[in-house]
């Protein structure tokens, strides 16, 4: 029997120290992300240099999800994730460094950014895997949903504090990130997952065997690809509204403050997912947020204030926490031991191939077309995948087996 069986997860230390150490690092995380743009638009750059930044960010989603995914399954997941985050420290200490000395242009800032994609990547794959270890099957669903609404309360407290450390010193944000990776490694250090199957060298050839076991099951297959279409919407979204509010007089403290409030939206539905995940299908979860993301869309026609700002994609974030409870835990409940790691892999590099499209798209148009063009655009593309949700009959619920089936 697992040492986690039957033992409630706030009384879990393996857990605990696993969600308070990744919590942290998130949390330091929203830091530099409120950053990146104000730091380039403040070093006098454009709105497509911005969008280069992050787009740099997403591009090691493409090219590193699979092999990550691989890793985590071959290696040692919590030694992955702790090199990953000394990784991402060691990244963060150079934009302080480059400010200090004068030298940092765009093309470093974006260096850094691929770097803090990368541990992203490594985090994203290496961590639902571990949970699965340190936690008992019958808590699997809420401890997915409590790394819920860690997240969404990262995204809460992050932003306007990301914001303020800003106007202080422009290197503070990639300070305090370049910190929390370091405590989320050393909390890391202490975490003693049960032991898993013996693992192999890695093997070339396994790369695609998660997408293989995501593509067998209709819901995974369609919502995967559905979130490979909104996901650049969602990435070039957070560009738009700190390009939107900058332009209407907003401070660096008050784009922290608007990007906190669209985070309320989404710790406000994290916080009544375990409530709904057991009575909600994902065809009607999946379909409403399609709807409310592609209806909230338009209201950024209307006002450049940022709290309306924050209001609005707060309103099109609110179900995004429960849509991915209810998906990843299903995920997590089907996937095998032995392929968790590959299919979290294989989902993350299907839903956000295209994330880093969305910065650039975003500023590129911005730059080219203006503000309203913009915001159409997004919300045509909004509208045709929630139309495209609406009409499919792929996103039928899926019959939970065993943890241990395969």
């Known amino acids: 029997m697992s040492r986690a069986a039957g033992t409630p997860l706030r009384r879990n230390r393996d857990f605990q120290l696993l969600w308070t150490g990744q919590g942290i690092s998130a949390l330091g995380s929203q830091l530099s992300q409120v950053a990146y743009p104000l730091l380039v638009l403040g070093l006098g750059d454009s709105a497509a240099a911005a969008g280069a930044v992050g787009c740099a960010r997403w591009v090691p989603v493409v090219a590193l999800a699979l092999p990550a995914g691989l890793l985590a399954d071959r290696l040692d997941r919590r030694r992955l994730l702790i090199a990953a985050s000394c990784a991402g420290a060691a990244a963060m200490l150079i934009v302080p460094i480059g400010l200090a000395i004068g030298f940092l242009p765009v093309w470093l800032i974006a260096a850094v950014a691929l770097v803090d994609g990368s541990v992203f990547v490594l985090n994203n794959t290496g961590e639902r895997g571990l949970v699965r270890r340190v936690v008992a099957p019958g808590e699997l669903r809420d401890a997915i949903a409590r790394n819920e609404s860690r997240m969404f309360g990262a995204n809460l407290a992050g932003p306007p504090l990301g914001g303020a450390l800003f106007e202080i010193a422009r290197f503070l944000p990639f300070a305090g990130d370049g910190c929390s990776y370091l405590i989320a490694a050393a909390t890391l250090a202490r975490v003693r997952p049960d032991a898993g199957h013996v693992r192999d060298p890695p093997a070339p050839r396994e790369l695609l065997e998660g997408l293989r076991w995501l593509w067998r099951v209709p819901l995974f297959r369609f919502a995967t690809l559905l979130f490979a279409g909104s ?28 990007l906190a409030i669209a985070a309320g939206g989404g710790l406000g539905g994290a916080l009544i997912a375990p409530r709904v995940i057991h009575r909600v299908t994902p065809r009607r979860i999946v379909i409403a947020e399609c709807w409310v993301l592609a209806g909230a869309l338009p209201l950024m026609l209307v006002t450049h204030n940022a709290a309306a700002l924050g209001l609005i994609l707060g309103a099109a974030e609110f179900l995004t926490p429960i849509t991915n409870i209810v998906l990843v835990s299903r995920r997590v409940e089907l996937a095998p031991d032995q392929l968790q790691g590959r299919v979290q892999a294989g989902a993350t590099q299907v839903t956000l191939s295209g994330a880093w499209a969305g910065p650039l798209f975003v500023g590129l148009l911005l730059s080219a077309a203006g503000a309203n063009v913009t915001v159409l655009a997004l919300t045509g593309w909004a509208l045709a995948l929630a139309l495209c949700a609406s009409v499919t009959r792929s996103l039928r619920d899926v019959e939970i087996k065993p943890p241990w089936s395969t």
């Open 231 to 258: 996901n650049p919407i969602f990435t070039g979204l957070y560009l738009l509204v700190v390009v939107l509010a900058r332009s209407g007089g907003a401070s660096p403290g008050l784009v922290g403050v608007m």
